[in-house]
């Protein structure tokens, strides 16, 4: 079965930008997509298809695929940008989420 | 603006079958594919299943055997069964909505279910 790897936990102070990767098997061949999730609540689609942001996701959210990796950059993180991302894709008709990604804002 | 609320028992007996509904209010559910998506606690997301508005389903490999997903679009209405039960089960149930092949880009508020005798 298909995999995404993600690094379990990324740092970054605030103001910093930050990067969490996602890695499959010809990832690039694939739309892969974000979501934030904070503690209690749902998941939230950041980015779709790569590199699109949905209505009312800051610019400070940005997207990029390709090779064997997706990255989601988080430019001039805030503090409110603390918590949990996972990339998600499809394959074979299958949903894939990666183990997904503890962002600490320090 | 189109909601969707996950109903169903927060508490189910091992062996048991779990039932959940997701209801869509605000808008149709035509032309979109639905998904249960659970997130046992302290853990990351998976896929139980999905299906498209038309009745076309896909599960889980690993959980293939044991789901059934269904959809009622006279009431709005996405279904799911899980069947024998273990602990492993428990879980936050979340109902998600996505345009074809690409993002959820809607999700239910979510569902804790526990499975404990």
């Known amino acids: 079965s298909y995999e995404l790897t993600q690094p379990p936990s990324v740092s970054v102070s605030p103001g910093q930008t930050a990067t969490i990767t996602c890695s499959g098997d010809?990832?690039?061949?694939?739309?892969v997509c974000w979501y934030q999730q904070k503690p209690g609540q749902s998941p939230v689609l950041v980015i779709y298809?790569?590199?699109k942001r949905p209505s009312g996701i800051p610019e400070r959210f940005s997207g990029s695929n390709s090779g064997n990796t997706a990255t989601l950059t988080i430019s001039g993180t805030q503090a409110m940008d603390e918590a949990d991302y996972y990339c998600?894709?499809?394959?074979?008709?299958?949903?894939?989420f990666g183990g997904g990604t503890k962002l600490s804002v320090l | 603006q189109v909601q969707l609320q996950e109903s169903g028992p927060g508490l189910v007996k091992p062996s048991e079958t779990l039932s959940l509904t997701c209801t869509v209010s605000?808008?149709?559910?035509?032309?979109?594919?639905w998904s249960w998506i659970r997130q046992p606690p302290g853990k990351g997301l998976e896929c139980v299943g999905f299906?498209?508005?038309?009745?076309?389903?896909n599960y889980n490999p690993s959980l293939k055997s044991r789901v059934t997903i269904s959809i009622d679009t006279s009431k709005n209405q996405i279904s799911l069964n899980l069947s024998s039960l273990t602990a492993a089960d428990t879980a936050v149930y979340y109902c998600?909505?996505?345009?074809?092949?690409?993002?959820?880009?809607?999700w239910g508020q979510g569902i804790l279910v526990t499975v404990s005798s």
């Open positions: 998600a909505r996505a345009p074809g092949y690409s993002s959820f880009d809607l």
């Open positions: 605000g808008g149709s559910i035509r032309s979109y594919y």
């Open positions: 299906i498209y508005y038309s009745g076309r389903t």
């Open positions: 010809k990832l690039g061949d694939k739309y």
């Open positions: 298809q790569d590199i």
């Open positions: 998600q894709a499809w394959d074979s008709s299958t949903v894939v």
